[in-house]
């Protein structure tokens, strides 16, 4: 499972910067609005200090992180939705992704042009969440057009559809995000396959200045206010900084997070608050050929998990034998966890838990 994230925001509020400290990538980056035409894609490992001890202990030929994707979409403006500054193919990338990671100017530069004239990240929010919004009523407007002149057949199950989706057209055009809109699992799949770019979890990313990255600042405080209201994930980052800490080696990375003050970058911060998000969850496989780190949804059963290596695993499976990586780590190998009698022996009922050190037993 690879998560996909769309960087998405106003033109000169650090997104490309962001993308290149991410993914190395070399998307352009530039003082001016619509210097990335085209999506940018980076994958990006998944910071995990568990899978460096495993790898520390077993010494594998090699180690597998999970990773994450982020595509790097230019920003958007005012009209988006008419197709202003590109913004019908901008917004056609927004609808691949599982999570918007929204970019949020947070500081003061009279030497960076804001395309609005001024810093107000409330505001600045709007914008793109309107510019969502317009789009998504294209959609649903003509989906709710079509169901209206079905129902007049008297179909009882077209007529509760168009009753749903109308509802939502007027939710919609209220100026409030599809996320918001209340409809129970079996009426969403009425528009579910519309992927509406409203309906989508946000990641708030505020680019603060390299005074702010510890304590923030006002406008971050207004972000979090936004992001209160969704009971949205808000991470904080300096672009200039973690442009610098991408060029550093492991060692000169923490060496420079020290001297800042900092425990992590805003980069690994941001990765790991968009698994949460979604509700991933890691689990590991290891072994002297390899030690690797698989993503997950969290509640996933033994079999599905086992399913994500290689669906034969799930169609042939016979048990898992699993232990928590704390124990791992703590008795230093599977040998030692099975002399400890720490191995546990797990059915297909057996729910992953994060961190799970997995052995998988199936049928070919």
Known sequence: MSLKCGIVGLPNVGKSTLFNALSNAGAESANFPFCTIDPNVGIVPVPDTRLNRLAELLNPGQVVPATIEFVDIAGLVKGASEGKGKGNAFLSHIREVDLIVHVVRCFDDDDIIHVEGSVDPERDIRIIEDELILKDLESVEKRAE??????????????????VVEALRLHLEEGNTARTFTADEADKEFYKDLFLLSAKPVLYACNVAEEDINNGNDYVQLVQKVADLFSDNLVTFCAKIEAEIAELEAEEKEMFLEELGVKSSGLDRLILAAYENLGLITYFTAGPKEVRAWTIRRGTKAPQAAGVIHTDFERGFIRAETIAFDEYSDLGSEKAAKEAGRMRQEGKEYVVKDGDVLLFRFNV
């Open 146 to 163: 079509n169901l209206r002149k079905q129902s007049k057949t008297g179909d009882k199950k077209i007529k509760h559809q168009f009753e």
